[in-house]
């Protein structure tokens, strides 16, 4: 049997005591993940694999899965603390990007006022801030620091570990590669927020609304790209979930909807365009002012938009649910989804409503974005789970690998 390996994998469920073991069947072939060979097959087959890697742990106990959850987490915090610094107009308070020295606050008096002779050139001081005190300005600099710090964090909480992996020869660097994409992502997220920084440091006094709504974006990507790696590695050893024929469509639509308004949210915010209109349904006084349509990507049209395509994003979550949930085989997951989908978008428009009518105040407007998110993420994982089964490249004497990011599964064996 030289040049080959034997593994013995097991069907199904572990077998029960009383019942005895299930059928086995024996295949022949290198196997990278998937259930450990048996002392059997260890004794006819030399094995120079670790019998424990993160590529072969269970779900639950997969370290990989953990750190993705956690830089997730860290996201998803970031993107809230992000919307606070907007809210609290602190974005300008640091006119300087140094991502290494930048972590320390200015310390010491001297230090302070030098810092505060900075932001005093700027627009913002000039036009908007022209009474602010030393003081003030040390509370909204250490907003900002923060958020830069948060960020900084992000980013070493996914190179650092990264790196370790490897070094120990837990992930080789084939498999590293998607990781190595989400650590270079943060890199440009931080590059993009120093040029939206830099927008509101020259001429204006405020940042520009493209570039901050970009900056929303890509940290949604950000969340995106690490939560579905986090789910292909939760689902290795687990059935597809049932779902409706239909789902898998309707929560496409859905997704890209709710992209599209958390992209028109990112300009309203960027042109504080809640506060051009403080009453509902009407905009000051018309369903559709003047000019709205021919000015979506300023204040008004921007506001008008978010405002009413917010109940076609809640059609379509009513929608899919409907699917889900009028079908009996749909996966508990789903179920659970869609009841959360429900709520959430119910949450979200009264918020909405309660923002234009109250004058945006600060923490109704986070709770607002952080809702957003979190439709963002529950929508997203209902196209995972609806998603078809990835296709497999079978080459020889290797296992097969679905072109679905981060997701390997096991077949029939071929010689090594």
């Known amino acids: 049997m030289r040049g080959w390996r034997i593994w013995r994998i097991s069907l199904g469920r572990p077998s029960s005591p009383r019942r005895g073991p ?51 987490v860290l996201v998803f915090f970031m993107v809230l603390v992000g919307g606070f610094v907007r809210l609290s107009r602190a974005g300008l308070s640091i006119t300087e990007w140094d991502p290494v020295t930048g ?16 932001y005093q050139k700027t627009p913002e001081f000039r036009l908007v801030n022209s009474t602010m005190t030393l003081g003030e300005y040390q509370r ?34 084939r498999a590293s590669l998607p990781y190595w994409g989400v650590a270079a992502l943060f890199g440009v997220q931080g590059l993009i927020g120093w040029l939206m920084v830099s927008s509101g440091l020259q001429n204006r006094p405020s940042v520009s609304h493209y570039r901050l709504t970009i900056h929303l974006l890509t940290a949604g990507t950000l969340l995106a790209l690490v939560l579905w790696m986090a789910w292909n590695r939760l689902d290795r050893d687990r059935p597809p979930r049932s779902a409706p024929p239909r789902a898998a469509l309707m929560s496409r639509i859905l997704l890209a909807a709710v992209v599209v308004q958390i992209a028109f949210g990112g300009l309203v915010a960027g042109l504080k365009a809640g506060l051009i209109s403080d009453t509902w349904p009407l905009m000051n006084g ?36 409907g699917v889900i949930l009028g079908d009996r085989r749909s996966d508990v997951s789903l179920r659970r989804a869609a009841i959360g989908l429900l709520a959430g978008v119910a949450l979200q428009i009264s918020l909405g409503i309660s923002l234009v009518l109250t004058g945006v105040p ?4 986070l709770a607002h974005q952080g809702t957003g998110v979190a439709i963002f993420v529950v929508s997203l994982f209902v196209v995972h789970a609806t998603r078809e089964p990835a296709p497999q490249v079978v080459a020889a004497g290797s296992a097969t690998v679905d072109l679905d990011l981060g997701d390997t599964r096991t077949s029939a064996a071929t010689p090594a």
């Open 362 to 365: 600060r923490w109704s407007a």
């Open 286 to 321: 018309a369903f559709l002012p003047r000019g709205a349509l021919s000015q979506l990507t300023e204040a008004l049209g921007a506001h008008w938009f978010h405002r009413w395509f917010a109940f076609v994003v809640a059609s379509l979550i009513v929608a899919t649910a």
């Open 22 to 72: 299930r059928c086995r069947w024996w295949s022949v072939g290198n196997l990278e993940s998937g259930p450990m060979a048996d002392p059997v097959a260890d004794s006819v087959a030399d094995v120079d694999t670790p019998l424990s890697t993160p590529e072969t742990a269970s779900p639950s106990s997969d370290p990989i899965t953990k750190w993705l959850l956690m830089v997730a």
């Open 103 to 118: 972590v320390v606050p200015p310390i010491g008096h001297d230090a302070w006022v030098n810092s505060f002779a900075q």
């Open 140 to 173: 909204i600099f250490y907003i900002e620091w923060a958020h830069r710090l948060i960020a900084r964090l992000a980013g070493l909480a996914v190179v650092v570990p990264l790196i370790w992996m490897m070094w120990k020869r837990r992930l080789s660097l």
